[in-house]
């Protein structure tokens, strides 16, 4: 099972991929929780302290690994030659964290490639290693990106069973739905799905429904505005283990259970 989970910063596409990560994992799952996202807050949504947090060093900010795994040449700068196929099969065994509830937490990191792609050595391995997880291993992941998903380069995301865009009741947020349709036949992803959050009217569901609707993107569920997601935030700890129970996992709960059942039955 392969999900990556996208929106416009500040959707709270963190607390849900960390949430669904969680649940997944106490399904039974063995999840690998992998964070793409350039704010690299994915951790808080896994219920891992602060102090385990600071200590991590995205991947591709890892200087010294990946002038290991590219053989870069050339005094120091990345101006020589490098491997454009480094070897990544190891490294979510090395360099993931374990999390509560069957998860191991990935800090991939981001880069900004852009357009038809970047040709430097950090976007070279996280490449190599995003084809690795999708197509050369059979661990499930939840992968947090942010909301340019073609950062990642055409083709890196082929063989991955879903993409959830998690929006909310706004203009911006909502023109990212258009974004990611335009881009469903580049990505090449089995599914692409919509998650409304912070929802708090009737007004705001109709707003997130009738634009999904529009662009053609199925609608897996709505997370309401809940205050206890907040709270979770003060505290420094994770919506899941403040309140299990909170109208907001539950709607996660049920927009996982919805997720399951439509990967498993692609026509439903």
């Known amino acids: ?22 649940l997944l994992g106490r399904d039974g799952l063995k999840i690998l929780a992998v964070d793409a996202d350039p704010s690299y807050s994915l951790w808080s949504a896994l219920g891992l302290s602060a102090d385990v947090a600071h200590q991590i060093v995205p991947l591709t900010e890892n200087e010294t690994l990946v002038k290991e795994r590219l053989k870069i040449e050339g ?12 070897r990544v099969d190891d490294l979510a065994a090395k360099f993931a964290i374990p999390a509560p509830d069957n998860v191991s937490l990935l800090v991939a990191g981001t880069v900004d490639i852009g357009g038809s792609g970047c040709m430097c050595p950090s976007a070279t391995l996280l490449k190599a290693l995003m084809r690795h ?31 959830l865009v998690v929006t909310e009741p706004g203009r911006r947020a909502l023109d990212i739905l258009g974004k990611i349709k335009k881009l469903a036949a580049d990505i090449d992803v089995g599914q692409v799905f919509a998650v409304g959050n912070k929802v708090a009217t009737s007004e705001d569901e109709e707003m997130i429904r009738e634009r999904a609707e529009t662009e053609e993107i199925p609608l897996l569920g709505m997370v309401p505005l809940d205050e206890s997601i907040k709270e979770s935030d003060r505290r420094g700890v994770a919506p899941l283990d403040l309140n299990p129970h909170s109208p907001g996992m539950k709607a996660i709960g049920e927009i996982k259970q919805r997720l399951l059942e439509r990967i498993s039955n692609p026509s439903a």
């Open 1 to 22: 099972m392969k999900i990556a989970v996208a929106g416009k910063g500040g959707v709270g596409k963190t607390t849900v991929a960390g949430t669904l990560a969680r």
């Open 75 to 86: 005094a120091g700068s990345y101006s020589g030659f490098f491997k454009l196929n480094p």
């Open 133 to 163: 997880l999708i197509l050369g291993t059979d661990e499930a992941f939840v992968m947090d990106m942010d909301a340019g998903v073609e950062n990642l380069g055409r083709g890196t995301t082929k063989g991955m069973d879903a993409l």
